[in-house]
């Protein structure tokens, strides 16, 4: 599996974000490492531009990147 474009500069992959439920290393293994094309910043990042990444948006938050897409 490749790794994703952003992947040094990412805030989520080099833990500017919090864990809060602990669950990082597993989102860093499945998009940051692999299904990247499926991970909300990216999807975001590849459509809008990286400084349309919100802050505080985790990988898995798709349903909120897909709001933000359809704006
Ligand atoms: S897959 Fe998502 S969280 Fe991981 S490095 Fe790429 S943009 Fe960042």
Redesign the pocket.
């Known amino acids: 599996m490749a790794n994703?474009e952003?992947?040094e500069k990412?805030p989520?992959?080099n833990d500017k974000m919090a864990d809060n439920d602990g669950l990082c290393s597993m989102?860093?293994t499945k998009?940051?490492q692999g299904d990247?094309a499926g991970?909300a910043?990216?999807m975001i990042?590849k459509k809008l531009g990286k400084e349309s990444v919100p802050k505080d948006l985790y990988?898995n938050m798709t349903e909120r990147a897909q709001k933000i897409l359809a704006v």
């Open positions: 994703c952003c992947l990412c989520f992959f989102y860093k998009f940051c990247f991970c910043r990216y990042f990988p």
